[in-house]
């Protein structure tokens, strides 16, 4: 953070000071809402969190240097500054909003119900071929998440690429105040938050809101293949440029060469040239969210040979499709997050192996009413798909199961059915776990965050 002295932080966020008048000239070095990240010249932000108030912890991060704090308490006689205001993460929100306004820097706002971080990543790495990129990190994308992250941009910045993560009617407002995209890009609607959006119509008028702030100069990039954002007009006039395998886009792929778990080869259409990349997580999403990369390069005026290098030095996080050799298996950790969609493209993913085929899957959160129907879904759509045994763990993944189990009895080869096993814990699968898995297998992890398995990648990498 730069250039933000007590006054201007006291006045951006509504804010009363208290303390020595003379420290109100001084600037913030930074901003954090965890005391373990107090440097020196800090500002704390006192967050009450469910398990924690951040308000206990005041004293002691002014000790560790901390510059002042921010506090919805009345602190009374003390020896260090504070900032008094009504709500810390309304202060911490309109500090952003303030920041923002600051900066003169490209934004790339991105928001979807599936596969925005895995398009945050390509977007960053291709524009990281020509501009110093600022971009998000981990789950920082919800109301305190993107404040932090604005807060990160320095002067050697030129662009941010954002990611927005919604879950509530009116969750984007705030982001996208702060934000003020100049590129705004979803990547598609999804079923992802139903129990709180209701249906993708919901879910279309929350996640556009975004457009609401952006630059009137600048650019909506939208997936072309998905049905509710074709044909999609902005209400700001702003004619959407779409990107997608539907060669009707003015942004597309052709000679689509797949090379199993090694990734993809394609021929990228752009309105004025095209060109060949390797993309090297594989699955058809991937060419979805390299073309979003490409889309965005164009607008931010890359070259191609610079789009290319971007496309293919990506590399893949942890939980995000990441290809794990490990000594007894090959695994595709792939169990950040889920939802019905981004559970198929998983699936479709683990086909390219050569190997017998693994997939241990959980429960998925917030799909509303229609959840039971959903898990089954995605359990008929592997053993569609010719998954060799299927491991189905928690309480709605039973209706996985059991779906798995009824297509995989209706197949008239025995020879592909696909073995099914459902565990209500974590723990009851491990008790069975190495008699159901063989050497050399391919196994797929994924599941939503809540299921935390993560751990079950640990055991298979020690196995």
Same mark, same amino acid.
């Given at each position: ?18 303390? %020595? ?52 308490? %009345? ?8 900032? =008094? ?7 911490? #929100? ?5 920041? +923002? ?9 991105? !928001? ?34 993107? /404040? ?14 954002? @990611? ?6 009116? %969750? ?28 993708? %119509?919901?879910?279309? #008028? ?17 997936? *072309? ?5 074709? *044909?999609?007009? !902005?209400? +700001?006039?702003? =004619? ?9 886009? /003015? ?11 090694? *990734? ?17 997580? $594989? ?8 073309? &979003? ?11 191609? @040979? ?9 590399? $893949?996080? &942890? ?46 959160? @917030? ?26 763990? *928690? ?35 491990? +008790? ?13 992890? #994924? &599941? ?12 298979? =990498?020690?196995?």
């Amino acid at each position: 953070m730069k250039n933000m002295s007590l006054k201007e932080i006291a006045a951006a966020c509504g804010g009363t000071y208290h303390g %020595d008048p003379a420290l109100l000239s001084k600037e913030a070095s930074s901003v954090a809402i965890d005391s373990r990240k107090v440097q020196k010249d800090t500002l704390f932000v006192a967050i009450k969190g469910a398990r924690v108030d951040g308000h206990s912890f005041i004293p002691q991060v002014m000790e560790q240097g901390a510059i002042c704090s921010l506090s919805e308490q %009345d602190l009374g006689d003390v020896t260090y500054p504070y900032i =008094q205001v009504a709500s810390c993460t309304d202060a911490l #929100k309109d500090l952003a909003e303030h920041y +923002r306004r600051s900066l003169d820097i490209k934004v790339v706002g991105i !928001s979807g119900s599936v596969g925005k971080t895995s398009t945050k990543e390509m977007i960053a790495s291709v524009l990281s071929e020509k501009y110093c990129v600022l971009k998000t990190e981990g789950n920082f994308n919800n109301e305190i998440g993107l /404040p932090l992250t604005v807060f990160n941009l320095r002067e050697e910045h030129e662009v941010a690429v954002l @990611e927005m993560g919604i879950s509530h009617f009116g %969750d984007m407002e705030p982001l996208a105040r702060i934000a003020r995209p100049d590129v705004c890009v979803i990547t598609n609607i999804g079923y992802a938050h139903l129990e709180n959006l209701g249906t993708r %119509d919901g879910i279309l #008028k929350e996640k556009t809101s975004m457009f609401d702030f952006m630059n009137p100069e600048g650019t909506v990039i939208l997936n *072309g293949d998905d049905d509710k954002l074709r *044909g999609y007009t !902005s209400k +700001r006039g702003i =004619q959407p440029v779409y990107f997608g395998l539907d060669p009707t886009c /003015p942004f597309h792929a052709e000679q689509i060469q797949k090379m199993g778990l090694k *990734g993809t080869v394609a021929t990228f259409v752009t309105p004025s040239s095209s060109f060949s990349a390797h993309v090297s997580i $594989p699955g058809d999403h991937m060419i979805s969210n390299a073309l &979003a990369g490409v889309a965005v390069g164009y607008a931010l005026g890359m070259k191609d @040979e610079e789009i290319i290098r971007g496309i293919e030095k990506l590399v $893949p996080i &942890a939980g995000r499709n990441n290809l794990i050799e490990a000594e007894h298996y090959t695994i595709i950790d792939d169990c950040y997050n889920a939802n019905p969609a981004s559970m198929k493209s998983s699936l479709d993913v683990l086909t390219f192996a050569d190997t017998r085929t693994v997939a241990i899957l959980g429960d998925m959160g @917030e799909l509303g009413a229609d959840e039971k129907k959903m898990h089954a879904e995605v359990g008929s759509y592997a053993v569609k798909k010719g998954i060799s045994l299927l491991i189905c763990i *928690g309480t709605l993944s039973a209706e996985m199961a059991n779906a798995a189990r009824t297509a995989s009895e209706a197949s008239s080869d025995s020879d592909t059915k696909t073995l099914v096993y459902h565990f209500d814990t974590k723990e009851a699968f491990y +008790r069975q776990m190495d008699q159901l898995l063989k050497e050399q297998d391919t196994v797929l992890v #994924k &599941a939503s965050h809540f299921m935390e398995f993560p751990e079950i990648v640990k055991r298979l =990498q020690v196995q």
